[in-house]
Structures are given as structure tokens and as C-alpha cells.
Antibody
Framework: QLQLQESGPGLVKPSVTLSLTCTVS??????????WDWIRQPPGKGLEWIGT???????SYNASLKSRVTMSVDTSKNQFSLRLTSVTAADTAVYYC??????????WGQGTTVTVSS | EIVMTQSPATLSVSPGERATLSCRAS??????LAWYQQKPGQAPRLLIY???TRAAGIPARFSGSGSGTEFTLTISSLQSEDFAVYYC????????FGQGTKLEIK
């Protein structure tokens, strides 16, 4: 059974780069059938798609975040990652990783809370 | 960007009754529409995809309909575990989510 687990710092200071990792178990990040997504949810608000990466490393990002986002995949560790530069308080959110298929996101991690504060 | 608008923001329904949630797209998404359920402190769960196909393990009381720009999620007989926030999502052009409908107990 495919499972995803996010990891990263719970607290970061403004202007730094946030780095999060999603570890895939029970399946392979190299699967050609899957895409891998990051989604975030600010406190008390809705869901925002951040970006998608394929097993081959091709990426697509939300236009509103594109200048600050980089996603990568590490097949040797069965992980994929998110980097978000120049964070502000507006980036405070629960960050989820998920598996994307052609019909939506069917497996999600439990989420990791990131707070941006000095 | 395709904007997804859900209505109502909050829906109060009694257990055992039917709930109808709406989602509108700013342009046609064909049938590239999914519905998710999210309970407090949990990740979203995929309920419906391709506008009307139930995901694995989803009870038959959940049904989806619509195409183009207008979509509906219907829960035929509400159970206690169904009270949650529901999001629609288009995947015609990448992904955008609606702002959510909170389904609460009346």
C-alpha cells in the first residue's frame, strides 16, 4: 500500500529557503504512471496546488509561486522534494505531498505544518 | 487560471437527509473534475474523479454529476462521518481547487 510522509522544519525564519521532503513507501517514485505533487493549506483556509514533478524530473508549477519554487526527485532514496525561497508569513501552512494520477490525487501524506516567524 | 467556485460555503443538514453541493468552473473543464473530503486534522481524501466515478472504497451514497462548468456532489443519506469540508478540483489545466463547502450537522 502506497504511503507518503512529509518531513522538514516546523519553523523557519522570514526570507530563508524552506526545504521539504516526501518519502514514498510501498511503491516507487520512478513509476511512470504517477506524478508527485505538493499542495498547501494555510490555517483555516483552502487548498492550493504548488507544483508537480514526474519520475523523470519534468516539473510544472503554480504560476503564482513559480519564481520561488523548485521541485526535485531522488529515485535512489525514493523521495521527492520541494524548495520554496524567500518565505514570508504568507507561506505559513500545512504542506502536503500527494500522488497525482491523470484523474486527481489519490494518495496523500499526513501533512507537515510549517510556520514562518522570526 | 481556471477559477473554481463552490456553493454554499456552509451547508447544514440533518443526519439521514440528502446533501447537495455545487461547484462551478470559470471555463469548461469537460469532465476533469474531482471531489475531496477533508476532516479536521486530516489530509483530503479523493471521493470522486472524472466528475462521477467513485474512487476505491468510497460508499455508494456519494455521487457526482455534471460536465463543462457545472458540477454537483450528492450525498444521499448523511452519516455522522460525512460531516466535513468538501473541495472540488479541476485537472483540465493543471490543478485548481474550490474554496470548500463545510457540511455541518443541523
Amino acid at each position: 500500500q502506497l504511503q507518503l510522509q512529509e518531513s522538514g522544519p516546523g519553523l523557519v525564519k522570514p526570507s530563508v529557503t524552506l526545504s521539504l521532503t516526501c518519502t514514498v513507501s510501498g511503491g516507487s517514485v520512478s513509476s511512470s504512471m504517477s506524478y508527485w505533487d505538493w499542495i498547501r493549506q494555510p490555517p483555516g483556509k483552502g487548498l492550493e496546488w504548488i507544483g508537480t514533478i514526474s519520475y523523470s524530473g519534468s516539473t510544472s508549477y503554480n504560476a503564482s509561486l513559480k519564481s520561488r519554487v523548485t521541485m526535485s526527485v531522488d529515485t535512489s532514496k525514493n523521495q521527492f522534494s520541494l524548495r520554496l525561497t524567500s518565505v514570508t508569513a504568507a507561506d505559513t501552512a500545512v504542506y502536503y505531498c500527494a500522488r497525482g494520477l491523470h484523474y486527481g490525487m489519490d494518495v496523500w501524506g499526513q501533512g507537515t505544518t510549517v510556520t514562518v516567524s522570526s | 487560471e481556471i477559477v473554481m467556485t463552490q456553493s454554499p460555503a456552509t451547508l447544514s443538514v440533518s443526519p439521514g437527509e440528502r446533501a447537495t453541493l455545487s461547484c462551478r468552473a470559470s471555463q469548461s473543464v469537460s469532465s476533469n473534475l474531482a471531489w475531496y473530503q477533508q476532516k479536521p486534522g486530516q489530509a483530503p481524501r479523493l471521493l470522486i474523479y472524472d466528475a462521477f466515478t467513485r474512487a476505491a472504497g468510497i460508499p455508494a451514497r456519494f455521487s457526482g454529476s455534471g460536465s463543462g462548468t457545472e458540477f454537483t456532489l450528492t450525498i444521499s443519506s448523511l452519516q455522522s462521518e460525512d460531516f466535513a469540508v468538501y473541495y472540488c478540483q479541476q485537472y483540465k489545466i493543471w490543478y485548481t481547487f474550490g474554496q470548500g463547502t463545510k457540511l455541518e450537522i443541523k
